[in-house]
Nanobody
Framework: VQLQASGGGLVQAGGSLRLSCAAS????????MAWFRKAPGKEREFVAA????????DYEDSVKGRFTISRDNAKNTVYLQMDSLKPEDTAVYYC???????????????WGQGTEVTVSS
């Protein structure tokens, strides 16, 4: 599975962005998909995950109520809608795929190249 993330950019605090991650390969709907992020000087951290059918969703506490993860299995794409953005959301965002549900990055076998999000105050 190859993943291609897009949609990052520069936005003011309080604004919104939607990230997309397009997957190539078979059986996309069988994978748990997630978003991680790496801020400057920090380790990469879990942001959100979604199960294959879209029913299961998990969010890191700091993004609950502001970010929404979704997927379109017909388009082999997972999304991250980010609203009410804060400067502390500034990071490179990575999409990832796994065969099981997890928050830890070493459980994810497939990774996109990252898309940069900058939130100005």
């Amino acid at each position: 599975v190859q993943l291609q993330a897009s949609g990052g950019g520069l936005v003011q605090a309080g604004g919104s962005l939607r990230l997309s991650c397009a997957a190539s390969g078979r059986a996309f709907s069988s994978y748990v998909m997630a978003w991680f992020r790496k801020a400057p000087g920090k380790e990469r951290e879990f942001v959100a995950a979604i199960g294959g059918s879209g029913t299961y969703r998990d969010y890191e506490d700091s993004v609950k109520g502001r970010f929404t993860i979704s997927r379109d299995n017909a388009k082999n794409t997972v999304y991250l809608q980010m609203d009410s953005l804060k400067p502390e959301d500034t990071a490179v965002y990575y999409c990832a795929g796994s065969t099981w549900t997890a928050r830890t990055e070493y459980n994810y076998q497939y990774w996109g190249q990252g898309t940069e999000v900058t939130v100005s105050s």
